[in-house]
Structures are given as C-alpha cells and as structure tokens.
C-alpha cells in the first residue's frame, strides 16, 4: 500500500496531460475557425 | 515554387462532420478510458514483486504503444507526400507527430513515477529511456522546423525527411531493451505480462487507441483550417499587389 501514492500520482498526470491537450486543441480549432471566417 | 501555387486541393473543413463524427469520439474515447482503467485497476490482483505499482503499466505502457502507431502514421503519411506531394499528406503527418509528442512525453512522465519506488531514481540514462528521450527530442524537432519554416513546400519536404527519420528510430527503441543491456524489463505484451494482466493491457491499448484517433483527427482538421486561412491570406495580398500595379 505504500507506493499507492504513486499509482495514484501516475494516473493523474496521465489525465492532466490528456486533458491539457485536448482542452488545448478545442481553443485552438476555435481560434483557427475565427480566423478563416476573418479571412473570407 | 511559391505558397500561392501549391495548396490548390486544399479545401474547408466541413463543420458538420467536425460536429458529428470527432465530437462523437470525443465522448467515447475518455469512457473508454475510464471503463478500461477501471477494469484494470480494480480486477487485476496486486503483483508478487512490484504489488500495486503494476497497476501504471495500464497506462505507461498502451501510452508507450500509441505514440509509436502515431509515428507510423507520420512514416507513411511522409512517405506518401513525398511520393505524390499532396499536402493533405503532409498536414496528417504533422497532426500525427504532436499526437505521437504528447504520448511519447506522457510514456517518459508515467515511466519516470513507475521507476522510482522501482530503481530507487527518477531517471537514469538506461538504453530504453534515452532512446525514448532522442525520440522526443526528433519529434520536438520536427515541430520546430514546421514552426520556423515559412515556405510551405520545403516545410513539408524538410518535414517529411525529418519525419521518417524519426519513425525509423521507433524499432530501435522498441528493440533497445534485447540489444542493450538495460534495467529496463523486456516489452510488456499479453505474451509477455501474467495473463491476469492481458485483458487489462489490450483494453487500455484500445482505449487509448481511440483517443489517438481522436487527437489526431482534430488536430488534422485544425492544420487543414490554417493552411486553408493562409492561402487566403496569400490571395488576398496577391490581389493588393494587382490592385496597386
């Protein structure tokens, strides 16, 4: 039980780096779609 | 050759598509994920050696798995432009390289926390961690080149060599654990881990599978946006340029 904290900490990094990336795509396709209608 | 020649098959990302399909894989791929790691770290028994540590397996190691299938897509997607010199090609490779980063990244962090209640040290300069870190450091690369590189043809022909390159790095790492003498232990498998652990391991593969998937689908149709927004532009100022001749 000892090295929980690790398992624990482990699968938390997994889901804040999904996380950050895929919040990081959702702006950036946001911000890409307002810069095509811009540019039209 | 110039920016305003080369992207005539460009063409705009349809929205309802966007909305429909990867939105759809949006909401399955982190239910998948969550049904997949809760399968493994609930019903697989702790390990005689390693106990619950080897519960990080279910995630280091599909983690692991799907960065090298994104640097395959980036292998033939390279290939394939070079060959053909569509840039849709190229655009896939380039969405596939981040994709194949981020995995490979979240491998060396989960790999890392796993081998120091393991080895006693958060790193070590082991044949598999830095043949994992070179690989980093190529795909890293590849963005930078993309970043820094204006003209859109040599971008994409510079990527795509540097590209292969990277991808021709994957077996060497994969292989690195049987050719060097490492700590590390041989490629974790259904035929290599206690059956107790194989269905964890493939559900967790596919989990993360779809998530790839779903990364590099969005991350494909955001580069097809703003290469798409750049030959606007590039028009745009063609026809100023006529305009005031």
């Known amino acids: 039980m000892r090295d929980m904290p690790f398992v624990i900490a482990a ?27 811009e540019s039209r | 050759m110039t920016a305003r020649a080369f992207p005539q098959k460009i063409t705009p990302a349809p929205h309802a598509f966007l909305l429909s399909s990867w939105h759809i894989l949006g909401l399955i791929a982190p239910v998948a994920l969550i049904a997949a790691q809760a399968f493994g770290v609930l019903l697989s028994p702790p390990d005689r050696d390693m106990g619950h540590l080897q519960k990080i397996m279910y995630v280091h190691v599909p983690a692991a798995w799907n960065a090298f299938i994104a640097f395959f897509i980036v292998f033939v997607a390279s290939v394939r432009y070079l060959w ?6 190229d655009l896939l490779a380039a969405a596939a390289a981040e994709a194949g980063a981020v995995l490979t990244a979240l491998t060396l962090m989960l790999g890392s926390i796993w081998g120091r209640p393991t080895w006693g040290v958060w790193w070590t300069w082991d044949a598999r961690l830095t043949s994992t870190a070179v690989l980093l450091m190529i795909f890293a690369s590849y963005h930078a080149l993309r970043a820094f590189t204006e003209d859109p043809e040599r971008r994409a022909r510079w990527s795509a060599a540097v590209g292969i390159f990277g991808a021709l790095n994957v077996p060497i790492v994969y292989m690195s654990v049987r050719w060097w003498r490492t700590i590390h232990q041989v490629q974790s498998s259904p035929s290599t881990v ?28 955001i580069a097809r946006i703003e290469r798409l927004v750049e030959v606007h532009r590039d028009e745009a100022a063609l026809r100023s340029e006529v305009a005031h001749a």
């Open chain 1, 11 to 37: 699968y938390a990094v997994f889901w804040i780096v999904v996380g950050s990336y895929a919040y990081y795509l959702s702006r950036r396709i946001r911000r890409v779609f307002a810069s095509l209608m």
């Open chain 2, 84 to 89: 053909t010199k569509d840039e849709h090609h």
């Open chain 2, 194 to 221: 206690d059956p107790a652990y194989a269905w964890g391991l493939r559900l967790n593969a596919i989990a993360v599978l779809l998530l790839l998937i779903y990364f590099v689908a969005k991350r494909y149709e």
